[in-house]
Structures are given as C-alpha cells and as structure tokens.
C-alpha cells in the first residue's frame, strides 16, 4: 500500500474562531487581498478586526461561480494592491478563487497554462503567497483542498487548477458563519458534502486514512442534514454539517471523486445551475448505475462492499445493503424539494456533450468502475426527471 496525505499546514475548527483571523493575519503580511462573496456583510466583521490590526486591505467581491475572467480581474487588483496576503470568506466560490490569486501572484505566466484539460496543466513552481481560507457555507471543503475549479467560458466547462501548493496556509471553519444560510442552499451544500464523503469512499484511491475521515462524515451527515435544513438554528447540527464539509474535502484531496463530479464539472460549465443541486440531483442514480454495474461486471468489488457500509452509516441499521443507501438519498432530497435541472434550460439534446466531456475528467478516473455513455446518459435522464 502507498498513499500520501496533504492538507491545509493549520486548520482550526469551532464556534467563534473566526476572531482568530485578523491576529493570525498580522504575523504574515500587511497588504491583504481580501476576496467576499456577493454580501459583503458577512465579511464585516473580519474587515473590521483587520483594521484594527493595522492590516491595509482591498476587497474583492464574487458574486457567482469563478471563471477565468473574474480571476484574471481578482488577480490584477491584487497585483496592483501589492499583495502580500489573501485572505478568503465565503463559500466554494469564494475560497477557490483566493487560491487562484494567492498561485498567481508568484508564479509567472498565464492562468491557462496551469489549467488542467484546457491548459497545459503546468505545475506551479513556487510557493503562493500565504491564504487564509474561511468557509461560509458547509459543503464543499475547497479550504483543505488542493485544487480551484475555474469556469472556461470559451470552452463551456469547469476545470481544475490543481497542486499541493493550493493547500492554505490556514483554514478556519467557524459553524457560526453558517447559521445565515437559508434552507436550499443549507440543503445543496450539505448534499455536495455528502457527494463527496460518498464518492472518495467508493473511488479507486480511497485509502485507510480517508476511510476513516469518511465515515465520521457520514455520521454527521445522517444526523444533521434532515434537522439542520428543517431548523437552521440547531448549532449542534450546524457544527455537524461543518465538519462533514471539512472532512469531505480532506477525504476528496486525498483520495479522489467519481461520476457525480465528472458530470458536474461540463454541467456546472455549460449551464448556471449551482454546484449542489447538480451533486444532489446526479448522486443516487450515480450510485444506483454504479451498483448494478459494479454487480454486472468486473471493477473495484471491494466498493460494492464500501456501498453497503454506507448505506448502514446513513440508515443506521447494520442490516442495510447498498441500494438501501440510494433509497435513504432519495427520500432525504424529496423531502427538499429541489428544482429539477430543466428548470436551468438543460435539455435532452445536450446530454451526449456533457458525457463526452465529462469522460475526460479527472474525477470520472476515481469512480470504481468505468461507466458506458449510454449508462451515463441514463444517469443524466433520470437525474432530470
Ligand atoms: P458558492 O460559493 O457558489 O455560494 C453560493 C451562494 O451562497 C452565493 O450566493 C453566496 O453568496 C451564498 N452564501 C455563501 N455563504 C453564505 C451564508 N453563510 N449565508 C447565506 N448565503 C451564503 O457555493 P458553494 O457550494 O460553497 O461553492 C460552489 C463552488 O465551489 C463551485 O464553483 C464548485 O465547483 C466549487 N467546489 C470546489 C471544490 C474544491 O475542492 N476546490 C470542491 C467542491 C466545490
């Protein structure tokens, strides 16, 4: 066996620890670049700790999902800011584009050239400058992973920039950042966590340590999903679901992803229908088309064994098997209420693109068993009923 683990060099967890950012900040720089999400609001509080430590700042708002043309305009006024220090807080959005900003400031060239499939995927050389990354949403763990995903507009796509150096200098996962989220994106975030607890576990490099990372999410994401979207003021549901979101993104850095992600990626590329829901609405028929292809013909069959052991995490009963697992994500997301992706303009005719694209990626390598075109146009049409 040989496997190797990286993650953020510091990562502090808990209520209220987001007062520990401004302190933190001023051992490393004095010119931060500090990227928000569409509210600034949310960031207020840091903005004002940072002045009080004497930090000079230059916010920068996101107010989608990144693409390189709003990473190429993040990067010019941090140029111009003569940055020393990024800062990042707010969801997946948010902290992947800090990443970008943080490589790009010290390594020379092009942002495409260190683009995975559009680019030439050139690895980054030097260290970026340091990154405190801040999660406002519980979902995608993107402040422990290694990778940024970028939309590429011309391509109609996601991809990935992807290097150790991404990992943050420091990831703060405060629950209380959490509490303003409203029940959709409450419920989209915490099914892209549990998609991805899911898909390391099963994936072709999952490995002892992301084992055991999983299954602790697992458990959270069984408790405190359902409760956490039906009262949003449970702290201890809360807490769970942020660190369900840490450990997903540990686990995925460290071992993988499948074909919810692969398919995500040309979705989330080509139509403006935001991460989780994609995740939410692709991962039970993914694993119910993995299972029966897994039961059909040779591939990993150690992950069909994994399947059943998450099935009895989510269903809590040790009698459970694989497809009971599917059952319990499908009433679990019923109960949400979620859009389908019609509802987004996605239509039947776009379906072979996507899964031509999506057989590219580097998640769909992970999932335990190669999947046919046609089983991944069954997932795309079921998935949108
Ligand atoms: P997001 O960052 O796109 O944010 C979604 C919405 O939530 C935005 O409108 C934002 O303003 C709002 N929001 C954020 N925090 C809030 C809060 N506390 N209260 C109320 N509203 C809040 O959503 P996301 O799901 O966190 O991130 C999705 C992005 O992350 C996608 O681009 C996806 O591809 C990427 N991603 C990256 C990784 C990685 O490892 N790098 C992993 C998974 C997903």
């Given amino acids: ?25 001023a051992q490393m720089g004095r010119r931060a670049f500090v990227v928000t999400g569409r509210t600034i609001e949310r960031a207020e509080m840091l903005l004002g700790e940072l002045r009080k430590h004497k930090i000079d700042f230059v916010p920068f708002n996101v107010t989608g999902e990144p693409t390189t043309i709003l990473v190429k305009e993040a990067l010019e006024q941090a140029r111009q800011a003569k940055t020393d220090l990024v800062l990042g807080i707010g969801g997946g959005s948010v902290l992947d584009t800090g990443k970008v900003v943080a490589a790009m400031l010290t390594n020379s060239g092009q942002l495409e050239d260190y683009l995975e499939v559009v680019g030439q995927g050139k690895p980054l050389t ?115 679901m942020a660190l369900a979101s840490l450990f997903s993104g540990l686990a995925l850095a460290n071992a993988g992803l499948g074909a919810v992600h692969g398919l995500a990626g040309p979705l989330g590329g080509i139509f403006n229908i935001p991460h989780g829901l994609i995740c939410a609405r692709l991962l039970p028929y993914v694993m119910q088309v993995n ?27 040790t009698s459970a098997g694989a497809i009971d697992g599917v059952k319990w994500i499908q009433e679990l ?9 019609s509802q987004f303009k996605l239509k039947e005719a776009d379906f072979p693109a996507i ?31």
């Fill in 126 to 240: 030097r260290n970026p400058v340091p990154y405190i990354a801040i999660p406002t949403t519980a979902g995608t763990g993107a402040e422990v992973t290694r990778n940024a995903v970028i939309g590429v507009p011309e391509y109609g796509g996601k991809v990935s920039m992807r290097s150790p150096l991404l990992l943050p200098r420091i990831a703060i996962v405060d629950p209380e950042l959490t509490y303003s989220m409203p029940p959709f994106l409450t419920a989209t975030t915490g099914l892209d966590a549990l998609t991805q607890l899911i898909e390391a576990d099963v994936c072709n490099k999952a490995n002892p340590l992301t084992d055991g990372i999983c299954r602790e999410g697992l458990v959270r994401v069984a408790r405190s999903l359902r409760q956490v979207y039906e009262d949003g003021s449970n702290e201890a549901a809360r807490e769970d």
């Fill in 355 to 385: 899964v031509a694209r999506s057989q590219k990626s580097s998640s769909m390598k992970g999932n335990p068993i190669a999947l046919t075109d046609d089983e991944l146009m069954d997932i795309l049409k079921k998935a949108d009923k």
């Fill in 333 to 341: 997301c019923s109960g949400f209420k979620l859009p389908s992706l």
């Fill in 1 to 25: 066996m040989r496997f190797e683990f990286a993650t953020a060099t510091r990562i502090i967890f808990g209520p209220g620890t987001i007062q520990e950012a401004a302190p933190l900040a």
């Fill in 291 to 317: 299972i029966q292809a897994l039961q059909s013909r040779a591939g990993n069959k150690q992950a069909l064994a994994r399947y059943e052991q998450v099935a009895q995490l989510l269903t809590g009963k």
